[in-house]
């Protein structure tokens, strides 16, 4: 399996260890992830919420270079981590069938977007979540088999945070309310999946620098309800749900007056532990709160 | 004069947010599911449904006088719940696109966006450590996560210098066409 791979920016800064553990777990799994040459940020909120327009452009370029990458490669999808870059690149290019809106695009960018087919084919191509093309392409038997580790004894809430499957019509990924891929794969890994009914209630988003009391109250219901439903750890998928949580932690328990010790991890981390894969290649040693105590549960049956 | 003008029902309004946002305002009947689920409602001043209202009555003023809009996390739970599925987050988003063409952008959210796309048109991708700096310059809030640098530097998450890509020019060309284009169209 080959695909072609957009980073996004936070892969290299504040979610290096998604990054890291994302790469190691796909070579684990034979997928060779293909890092598109000279990439460049898809604007994030910053960018959509300025204007559609330049939003739509600055994605426009990463899928060029995408379609010149895959057609070279034979890569036979575009994956990314980042749950705020999918949105982003797949709103591109779903506004992109429109002919006006795309003639727009076109104007702002050096040389014009390849085509996107009548009924949304190639060559301009779509973006999967790494998350998805894991589940659905590489399947989870395939990874139940591969599992050296299975993460017995662990209890995890499934944290899928607002924007992997919605808005719905253009995300096209499970259940926008109640999504169960995340669940599926950890149990897949062995772990026990606690019921969690704020998979998709938002962190905060990117409001921590600008209003921090609002990302502070929206983490802290977070990581009550984990606390509440007996989780050892939280499973994220996004880099934004991981600093909210994880990094600002404290300033979530500073808003709620409660104290917490809940670590964060990557599903990637997960996957990588369940894999047998060494710490190294998961950057564990990156996360603010220690998962080694939660860790020490793997394996160790609790009677109670 | 003024006050009778503020409520006048402005239908350019009204066509300006349909057409940029691709949603059928009129199709809103008030249900309140999109409030009732904002995470962010608590500190609106404006609730969802009523920004949802006033669009409905073509009170611009009203709309793009409200902070709410800059608060909104785009989380599209309001999309996910509306029984008549409009993408309400892309009506928020809207909103804010016409807010900042007329000049709206006084809140903190502004300097943060700001700043963030100005690290990227000048480095072709996102500088953390350089949109802090600009948005503590913006906007004087030199405290700013503050306490998070004895969590963060150990860690060394944080790269010192930007990635400057090959193609960070043809990245600030797209700012700079998109620049002129507005001047054209005001
Ligand atoms: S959920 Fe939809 S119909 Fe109900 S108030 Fe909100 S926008 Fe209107
Ligand atoms: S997208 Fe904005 S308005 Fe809609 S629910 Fe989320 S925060 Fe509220």
């Known amino acids: 399996m080959k695909f072609a791979y957009y980073p996004g920016c936070s892969g290299k800064g504040t979610s290096v260890e998604y990054e890291i553990s994302t790469k190691a777990v796909c070579s684990a799994l034979g997928i060779y992830l293909q890092e598109l040459a000279d990439w460049s940020c898809c604007g994030s909120t910053p960018a959509h919420a300025t204007d559609t327009l330049l939003s739509a452009a600055l994605s426009a370029r990463n899928l060029s270079l995408a379609a010149e990458a895959m057609k070279q490669s034979g890569a036979t999808k575009l994956a990314t981590p980042c749950p705020s870059c999918l949105a982003n690149l797949k709103t591109a290019r779903h506004h992109m069938a429109n002919q006006e809106f795309r003639r727009k695009v076109d104007k702002l ?30 399947g989870l038997e395939n990874i139940a088999a591969k599992v050296t580790r299975p993460l017995k004894g662990l209890k995890i809430a499934p944290y899928y945070g607002c924007l992997l499957s919605r808005p719905a019509p253009i995300m096209q990924f499970d259940d926008p309310e109640n999504p169960t891929s995340m669940d599926r794969l950890l149990e897949a890994l062995g772990a026990e999946v606690v019921p969690f009914p704020l998979k998709t209630e938002c962190c905060g988003a990117a409001m921590g620098i600008p209003r921090r009391d609002i990302t502070a109250r929206l983490s802290a219901r977070l990581l009550d309800a984990a606390t509440t439903f007996g989780a050892d750890m939280i499973a994220v998928a996004c880099p934004l749900c991981h600093m909210n949580l994880d990094l600002r932690q404290e300033q979530a328990a500073k808003a709620s007056g409660v104290s917490y010790d809940m670590p964060v991890l990557y599903f990637t981390q997960l996957m990588g532990i369940a894999l047998g894969l060494p710490d190294s290649d998961l950057a564990l040693d990156k996360l603010s709160v220690s998962p080694a105590a939660a860790l020490q549960k793997i394996g160790k049956e609790i009677s109670a | 004069m003024d006050s009778i003008n503020l409520r006048a029902r402005d239908e350019a309004f009204i066509r300006e947010v349909e057409k940029e946002s691709g949603q059928n305002i009129s199709t809103c009947y008030q249900c309140g599911n999109c409030t009732a689920g ?5 500190v609106y001043d404006l609730q969802v449904n009523q920004i949802m209202r006033a669009i409905q009555l073509g009170d611009k003023k009203t709309v793009l006088e409200a902070a709410s809009p800059w608060l909104c996390v785009s989380c599209s739970t309001c999309s996910a719940r509306c029984p008549n ?41 996102s500088y953390e450590l350089g949109i802090m700096a600009l948005f503590m310059l913006r906007t004087g809030r030199f405290y700013t996560d503050l306490d998070l640098a004895p969590r963060m530097l150990p860690k060394k998450k944080m790269p010192y210098l930007p990635h400057l890509i090959r193609g960070k020019a043809a ?13 054209y169209d005001d």
């Open chain 1, 109 to 138: 960018l050096d040389s014009p977007c390849p085509p996107l087919g009548p009924k949304g084919e190639e060559p301009l191509p779509e973006t999967y979540s790494i998350l998805q093309l894991l589940v659905e392409d590489y």
């Open chain 2, 38 to 42: 904002c995470p962010c409602g608590p």
């Open chain 2, 85 to 125: 599925d409009i993408d309400v987050a892309r009506v928020m988003d809207t909103v804010r696109h016409i807010g900042r063409r007329e000049g709206k952008t006084k809140y903190v959210i502004n300097a943060f966006w700001d700043s963030f796309l100005q690290t990227v048109r000048f480095c072709g991708r």
């Open chain 2, 171 to 183: 990245v600030s060309r797209i700012f700079k066409r998109f620049n002129d284009m507005q001047q």
